[in-house]
């Protein structure tokens, strides 16, 4: 069972303009939601990271949305910089338990 | 990751060879995280150490993987007649005070 789901699987954008993705999870006991990017031969390397108490968080150009009632959460990177062209995975975890669960991952490609 | 040093960094085995990776976390950590990474997937939880004690391997795969902390600070995989589904990158990790995981880069196994 999944317990976070990921879409899109890859995302192309534009050099400027702004990335979305977008997770959903089932289990309402999670209560940490963190971002990873991931370059290839690299080990994940966290993000953001939001708790369910507040609806969006913002770091830089980074900023996760968090809905509550829907169990929906999302990750927008603004103004995108091929820079920014890696593997993204949303995780969760619980507060009872101590393993991280991720999503599947999105690969985005940035277009100069 | 800083804080993680991870070897082999790639080995390749013939199927039904046993293999051990090494997970050498920076000194003091309590708590060490497996994951097995398939390619073009998210991580996925094999163990979890606190100190020396595993207290969650309920992601091990088959009785094949065994994992051991036994001064319960470097970590060992073993992985036992290895598998061509066993090809993966393996990755260790440590938490901070607050939870985040850190990762190491990871151990790429191809079993032929």
């Known amino acids: 069972q999944q317990q976070v789901k990921q879409s899109p699987q890859s995302l192309i954008v534009q050099k400027g303009g702004i990335s979305i993705i977008n997770c959903a999870y089932e289990n309402t006991a999670f209560d940490y939601f963190p971002w990873y990017q991931q370059f290839p031969g690299k080990g994940p390397a966290l993000l953001i990271a939001i708790r369910p108490d507040v609806s969006e968080k913002k770091e830089g150009r980074f900023t996760i949305s968090f809905n509550k009632s829907a169990k929906q959460f999302s990750l927008h990177i603004m103004d995108s910089q091929p820079g920014d062209s890696a593997t993204y995975f949303c995780a969760a975890r619980g507060s009872s338990a101590s393993k991280i669960i991720f999503g599947s991952g999105t690969r985005l490609s940035i277009r100069p | 990751g800083a804080g993680v040093s991870q070897s082999p960094r790639y080995k390749v085995a013939k199927r039904g060879q046993d293999v051990a990776l090494r997970c050498d976390p920076i000194?003091?950590?309590?708590?060490l995280f497996w994951y097995q990474q398939a390619l073009g997937q998210g991580p996925e939880f094999l163990t979890y150490f606190q100190n020396e004690a595993q207290l969650d391997k309920s992601g091990l795969p088959s009785d094949r993987f065994f994992a051991e902390r036994p001064e319960g600070s470097v970590s060992t995989l073993k992985i036992q007649r290895t598998q061509q589904e066993d090809s993966a990158v393996y990755l260790c990790?440590?938490?901070?005070?607050?939870?985040?995981?850190?990762f190491g880069e990871g151990s790429r196994l191809t079993v032929l």
């Open positions: 000194s003091g950590h309590v708590s």
């Open positions: 990790a440590i938490p901070s005070p607050t939870g985040e995981l850190f």
